[in-house]
């Protein structure tokens, strides 16, 4: 059975950042231990209910997608066992799954997201504005409607418990160079494809996602933190997809409607979540797995 964990406790490590989902450690010679823990945060707030194995899926799909894509962009894995570096007395079972020992890098300080359809906040700026992040899109475009190309559009990362805030091309570059910008841009657009026709061939439609990148010490760049997951990603069922609707999905999204039904102001603290809601993220998440990766989690 899928292991449970809402926060990591690693006795003798540095804690360096304990973020919505995962909890980062600092390790000698410039690498980190990263742990998927099994909170959900949605709206930007983490939630007091653990979904049981979330983390260890949510690791496992990044995995797969880091060695699927490491011919486009190199990742910040090293393949270094995680057991070799946890405390002594520590449950390794309980990490084996869950947990990555990365490079050290400096975060390149944007979310960087690639929209293949109009959902989500980009629908509702098209809705405004008729354009996402700066881009003027066709007029007439409907609510989950592909694009006719996928485009970039970046975000701030926002600290735990505030918005990120949709930006434009020439923001990412006011903030870390012309160059570092188009480099951000390109591999985000060449993963998503990638993926994207990879999960069509799966029954699935990715329809956004968002990656982060940060660069080592002589600038080069790598894609890091999470790839392609549950969390990072709208993944909607190729033959329920259907234009005019929000269409269901492998992805937080049943939280996210679900928590719409509340009188809940999306500030902290998060509601509960009822056993069924739960159940059925985990449910949906293990879903995606086995489609996109073929893992199931024994």
Same mark, same amino acid.
């Given at each position: 059975?899928?292991?449970?964990?809402?926060?990591? /406790?690693?006795?003798?490590?540095?804690?360096?950042?304990?973020?919505?989902?995962?909890?980062?450690?600092? !390790?000698?010679?410039?690498?980190? !231990?990263?742990?998927?823990?099994?909170?959900?945060?949605?709206?930007?707030?983490?939630?007091? /209910?653990?979904?049981?194995?979330?983390?260890?899926?949510?690791?496992?799909?990044?995995?797969?997608?880091?060695?699927?894509?490491?011919?486009?962009?190199?990742?910040?894995?090293?393949?270094? /066992?995680?057991?070799?570096?946890?405390?002594?007395?520590?449950?390794?079972?309980?990490?084996?799954?869950?947990?990555?020992?990365?490079?050290?890098?400096?975060?390149?300080?944007?979310?960087?997201? #690639?929209?293949?359809?109009?959902?989500? $906040?980009?629908?509702?700026?098209?809705? #405004?504005?008729?354009?996402?992040?700066?881009?003027? *899109?066709?007029?007439?475009?409907?609510?989950?409607?592909?694009?006719?190309?996928?485009?970039?559009?970046? $975000?701030?990362?926002?600290?735990? &418990?505030?918005?990120?805030?949709?930006?434009?091309?020439?923001?990412?570059?006011?903030?870390?160079?012309?160059?570092?910008?188009?480099?951000?841009?390109?591999?985000?657009?060449?993963?998503?494809?990638?993926? #994207?026709?990879?999960?069509?061939?799966?029954?699935?439609?990715?329809?956004?996602?968002?990656?982060?990148?940060?660069?080592?010490?002589?600038?080069?760049?790598?894609?890091?933190?999470?790839?392609?997951?549950?969390? $990072?990603?709208?993944?909607?069922?190729?033959?329920?997809?259907?234009?005019?609707?929000?269409?269901? $999905?492998?992805?937080?999204?049943?939280?996210?409607?679900?928590?719409?039904?509340? /009188?809940?102001?999306?500030?902290?603290? &998060?509601?509960?979540?009822?056993?069924?809601?739960?159940?059925?993220?985990?449910?949906?998440?293990?879903?995606? *797995?086995?489609?996109?990766? &073929?893992?199931?989690?024994?």
């Amino acid at each position: 059975m899928p292991t449970t964990l809402l926060q990591s /406790d690693l006795p003798g490590l540095e804690l360096l950042h304990r973020g919505k989902v995962r909890d980062v450690y600092g !390790l000698a010679d410039d690498h980190l !231990l990263i742990v998927a823990t099994d909170r959900l945060s949605a709206f930007d707030v983490v939630l007091p /209910d653990p979904i049981p194995g979330k983390g260890e899926m949510l690791c496992q799909i990044s995995n797969f997608w880091f060695d699927k894509t490491a011919h486009l962009v190199p990742n910040h894995l090293t393949g270094i /066992d995680v057991a070799s570096v946890l405390p002594a007395g520590v449950d390794a079972n309980l990490y084996a799954k869950r947990a990555v020992v990365v490079k050290r890098l400096k975060p390149v300080p944007v979310e960087a997201i #690639a929209r293949g359809y109009l959902i989500g $906040s980009g629908w509702k700026d098209y809705q #405004a504005n008729g354009s996402l992040c700066g881009i003027t *899109l066709p007029k007439g475009l409907q609510q989950a409607q592909q694009l006719p190309q996928p485009i970039f559009t970046p $975000s701030t990362k926002a600290p735990k &418990g505030t918005h990120d805030e949709n930006i434009g091309f020439d923001e990412v570059v006011k903030l870390v160079g012309a160059d570092l910008a188009a480099q951000v841009r390109d591999a985000t657009l060449a993963i998503y494809r990638f993926a #994207a026709a990879y999960a069509a061939g799966r029954g699935i439609i990715i329809a956004d996602t968002k990656f982060e990148f940060g660069t080592d010490a002589g600038g080069k760049l790598y894609v890091m933190d999470e790839m392609l997951t549950p969390d $990072s990603s709208r993944f909607w069922p190729a033959d329920q997809y259907k234009v005019g609707i929000s269409p269901p $999905s492998y992805d937080k999204q049943f939280v996210r409607d679900y928590l719409e039904t509340l /009188d809940w102001n999306k500030r902290a603290p &998060g509601p509960k979540l009822p056993h069924e809601v739960i159940d059925g993220t985990a449910a949906k998440y293990a879903e995606a *797995l086995k489609k996109l990766a &073929g893992i199931t989690l024994a």
